[in-house]
T-cell receptor, first 112, second 112 residues
Framework: SQTIHQWPATLVQPVGSPLSLECTVEGTSNPNLYWYRQAAGRGLQLLFYSVGIGQISSEVPQNLSASRPQDRQFILSSKKLLLSDSGFYLC???????????FGPGTRLTVT | DQQVKQNSPSLSVQEGRISILNCDYTNSMFDYFLWYKKYPAEGPTFLISISSIKDKNEDGRFTVFLNKSAKHLSLHIVPSQPGDSAVYFCAARGSGTYKYIFGTGTRLKVLA
């Protein structure tokens, strides 16, 4: 069965600092990978998705970027954080065929 | 432009009664719909899904109904239990894509 790891679990960063969030997947190969953000009182916003190594599709123009250096590794980055980047970041993959998405435990990011 | 909408931010139901959560969408090209349950500080967990070629799918206490002409789907939980208290998200997948669009969520509270 698939397992998604995300770290760190929580993070407090000052405005203007860099960011790196990591997601790794076990138990599958060549998964589709996704980054979502849930801001306070908001729904789940799709940020990036990837269907293979080096293939990244961006859904929202912003100061975040994503990379997929390995098949089962997905990284979310920023060079300079904004207050509006605060939120709950979720990594997801497909499970049970191409339809059902399976989410990791999430990273709570607070930008101060 | 919110393509998937959950117009009720919250819902309270007595234990044992039916909970009905609603979701509306605007894109007729969505071909697959999913419901997720989310507890605070955790990733969403998959509940139930329905293909656009069906109008009903049932799994235990959970039933999803799809009305394509109205671009509306609903999740019925019968009987509701206190452990069902959570935020529920509906999501839709664009036909032939890997993208999932989520609604803003409905917070369900089941009262004992």
């Amino acid at each position: 069965s698939q397992t998604i790891h995300q770290w760190p679990a929580t993070l407090v960063q000052p405005v203007g600092s860099p960011l790196s969030l990591e997601c790794t997947v076990e138990g599958t190969s060549n998964p589709n990978l996704y980054w979502y953000r849930q801001a306070a009182g908001r729904g789940l916003q799709l940020l990036f998705y990837s269907v293979g190594i080096g293939q990244i599709s961006s859904e929202v123009p912003q100061n975040l970027s994503a990379s997929r250096p390995q098949d089962r590794q997905f990284i979310l980055s920023s060079k300079k954080l904004l207050l509006s980047d605060s939120g709950f970041y979720l990594c997801a993959t497909n499970r049970g065929g191409p339809y059902e998405q399976y989410f990791g435990p999430g990273t709570r990011l607070t930008v101060t | 432009d919110q393509q998937v909408k959950q117009n009720s931010p919250s819902l309270s139901v007595q234990e044992g009664r039916i909970s009905i959560l609603n979701c509306d969408y605007t894109n007729s090209m969505f071909d697959y719909f999913l419901w997720y349950k989310k507890y605070p500080a955790e990733g969403p967990t998959f509940l139930i899904s329905i293909s656009s070629i069906k109008d009903k799918n049932e799994d235990g206490r959970f039933t999803v109904f799809l009305n394509k002409s109205a671009k509306h789907l609903s999740l019925h939980i019968v009987p509701s239990q206190p452990g069902d208290s959570a935020v529920y998200f509906c999501a839709a997948r664009g036909s032939g894509t890997y993208k999932y669009i989520f609604g803003t969520g409905t917070r369900l509270k089941v009262l004992a």
